[in-house]
């Protein structure tokens, strides 16, 4: 498998598998980060979440469409430690 198809397959599992992650925003230069549900498009193109615009994140977004989002599909257990599987990505 090509290393390009086995990024999509790890992402397409880590996003089937998990329904919350982290979206990092920032204010004012202070960061921020919210714990959202979010699904992923069919082609792993477009990660979605709903929030209402009287939330901080929406207005972080408005001011500074930059973000981070933390994918974690660990157990919370001793072993994690070694064995992460946590997955971040920054989209500008």
């Known amino acids: 498998m090509k290393e390009k198809e086995k990024i999509k397959q790890t992402l397409h599992d880590l996003f089937s ?7 990092g925003t920032h204010q004012r230069g202070q960061p921020y980060g919210s ?11 477009n990660l979605l979440f709903a929030t209402t ?12 469409a930059r ?21 971040e990505y920054s989209f500008y």
């Open 53 to 64: 615009r009287a939330t901080r994140k929406f207005a972080n977004l408005q001011a500074d």
């Open 35 to 45: 714990l959202v549900a979010f699904a992923s498009t069919p082609d792993l193109r």
């Open 17 to 23: 598998s998990q329904k919350l992650a982290v979206l």
């Open 67 to 87: 973000v981070s989002m933390v994918f974690d599909n660990r157990s919370n257990r001793v072993a994690d430690f070694r064995n992460s599987h946590m997955m």
